[in-house]
């Protein structure tokens, strides 16, 4: 199957700053990428999906200027947790969408190995 | 309404055991996708296999295998020959129409247990 990475795997950070989490498509281009936050012993919620050249669509309830969302590349998305909160400290994944026909079956969307927050 | 459900929490099986995995969809869209993912303790979603709507035949990927009912709605995951490193939660998924632009509905899980 397709490979997505997540950098960092894991971060803990004071309340009050920002962190980046990058997630790259590594062998095919993803005009759209998704993120996803996971509390534990919970599915996966859908903050937003990012569209390349393109502002991101906000699911409603999560805050776009508190997640900033850039998907500057066809192959790399980033998201900002900007002034973390202990409240923010979750399972972040992202997933990238393959182009029809790859891999097995259309547009199939591969999963980063996930970011865990923690913030203090 | 819950666009997946998946009824079953936890589930046990015996090793080398077939298992079945519950999933219902609901959806007026003619033409959507079903996923099934793997989610071992390491947090990682791993892609197991896909059924389009218009696939007449149930998708199959090694030991695992999609009982597909268009009628009843229902995309059950089979494992056949379950092994101990099948021990995980499993998601099932949908997707809305025939881009992958679109995004991904999940049910809530199932953890399966393989006893040795």
């Known amino acids: 199957g397709a490979v997505v990475s997540q950098h960092p795997s894991w971060v803990i950070c004071k309340s009050g700053t920002s962190v980046k989490i990058e997630c790259r498509s590594l062998d095919f281009q993803a005009t759209t990428m998704f993120w996803y936050r996971q509390f534990p012993k919970q599915s996966l919620m859908l903050m937003a999906t990012?569209?390349?050249?393109?502002?991101?669509?906000?699911e409603q309830g999560v805050e776009k200027d508190k997640f900033l969302i850039n998907h500057a590349s066809l192959t790399l998305s980033t998201l900002t947790v900007t002034s973390a909160h202990p409240e923010d400290s979750s399972f972040y994944i992202c997933?990238?969408?393959?182009?029809?026909?790859?891999?097995?079956?259309?547009?199939?969307?591969?999963f980063g190995p996930g970011t865990r927050l923690t913030v203090l | 309404a819950q666009k997946i459900t998946q009824t079953q929490p936890g589930m046990f099986v015996q090793e080398k055991e077939a298992v079945t995995l519950d999933c219902t969809y609901d959806t007026s869209d003619q033409s959507y996708g079903l996923f099934w993912y793997k989610q071992p303790s390491s947090g990682e979603m791993i892609f197991l296999i896909y059924q389009g709507s218009y696939d007449e035949q149930n998708a199959t990927e090694g030991r695992y295998s999609l009982n597909f009912q268009k009628a009843r709605k229902s995309a059950n995951l089979v494992i056949s020959a379950s092994q101990l490193g099948d021990s995980a939660m499993y998601f099932c998924a949908m997707r809305e129409g025939s881009t992958g632009a679109n995004n991904l509905f999940f049910g809530t899980g199932t953890r399966l247990t393989v006893i040795p």
């Open positions: 997933s990238a969408s393959s182009p029809a026909r790859q891999g097995r079956g259309l547009g199939v969307q591969y």
């Open positions: 990012s569209n390349e050249g393109s502002k991101a669509t906000y």
